[in-house]
């Protein structure tokens, strides 16, 4: 057995677990993150950031979901790995990191990190989502991938929309298979500000933020012409993010993602040796 060492942290109540695996000292990154994020067993958390080497940018950033799938982006963990890269790993705080949705850029102020995102792609404005419930229900959505699939639902009275029910079964909806998607219910509450509630893949859950999705919303609400350029989106947990980019008539592009990230503990976990 091993020691490695651990920090737990949150940027919107989105929480993770950061380890630097540069040395490939975790060898089963899958079966680590669904074993250390169990609640009340593990450490408990969103997902787990893996910083690894890289031969393009300054590292690798793996990304494993509490069920041990594995995602392509996460702007909420690109967050906490800059600060963490930077704090602890003694990186500038400009830094590029490869990832499964391609290289992201991360500047570090203090605890306000800004993340640039990969460029939106697979819009689509109307989706219409059929058979919900014994082929009696359906709805309009608006679909774009952000680093990775998201809907995107307007609606009104947030606090009262069944988020779990709705999304889970969206989320698994034939219509986005064999991936699945994300799923986020937004309500417009300003000319540049929006509320979010969303339901992510991985987690199986909702969430209280998602970076990914708060992304998505800003800029399906810009491209329907909801709110404008820079948006303010504010998440279950209360805190509010910001989202930049350039639109060039239904494209966006050079889309960044600014929000704080803390940390919380640090800890050590005992793995088998490789």
Sequence with gaps: MGDITFHKMVASGNDFVVIDNRKGVVANAKQLAVKICQPHFGVGADGVLFIEPSRTSDFFLRIVNSDGSEAEACGNGYRCVGLYAHQLLGFSKSMRAETLAGEIGIEVNGSTIKAKMANPSDYRETVEIKDLKNGSKSLRASFINTGVPHVVIFAEGLDKMPVVELGRVIRYHKAFQPKGTNVNFVEVTGKNELSIRTYERGVEDETLACGTGTVASAVVSNLTD??????????????????????????????????????VFEGSLSIPSS
Excluded: H, M, Q, W
Excluded at 256 to 261: I, M, P, R, S, V
């Design 226 to 263: 909801r709110v404008g350029i820079p948006v303010s989106v504010k998440t279950k947990s209360g805190e509010t993010l910001k989202v930049y980019f350039d639109r060039v008539k239904n494209e966006t592009r050079n889309v960044f993602l600014e929000g704080k990230a803390e940390f």
